[in-house]
Nanobody, 123 residues
Framework: QVQLVESGGGLVQPGGSLRLSCAAS????????IGWFRQAPGKEREGVSC????????YYADSVKGRFTISGDNAKNTVYLQMNSLKPEDTAVYYC????????????????WGQGTQVTVSP
């Protein structure tokens, strides 16, 4: 049974850092791309970053390039999202999801989702 569990969210001041984790079970990271998505209140969900550990490829949305880093630990079957220089506009619920398609524009055909973790960036 495929399961994704996010953790690491919280409240942080602008300019601060957080590291989100997405622990996967029921498959291995090399079998699927994993994407991070976020949804702020009143806004549509957007793709933030994506990783294909098998192909060693990553994708970042323009809004987070240079600030966020995605990585995968195959031994722990976990994907991380290191978020630095956080801004109030990064406030959202962050989700990880499996993806059957990895492209230069992000991860698509997301069939399994985690429950989400809240990230709040505020003074």
């Amino acid at each position: 049974q495929v399961q994704l569990v996010e953790s690491g969210g919280g409240l942080v001041q602008p300019g601060g850092s957080l590291r989100l984790s997405c622990a996967a079970s029921g498959f291995t990271l090399d079998d699927r791309a994993i994407g991070w998505f976020r949804q702020a209140p009143g806004k549509e969900r957007e793709g933030v970053s994506c990783i294909s550990t098998y192909d060693r490829l990553t994708y970042y949305a323009d809004s987070v390039k240079g600030r966020f880093t995605i990585s995968g630990d195959n031994a722990k079957n976990t994907v991380y999202l290191q978020m630095n220089s956080l801004k109030p506009e990064d406030t959202a619920v962050y989700y990880c999801a499996t993806a059957n398609v990895f492209s230069a524009y992000g991860c698509y055909e997301n069939d399994y989702w985690g429950q989400g973790t809240q990230v709040t960036v505020s003074p």
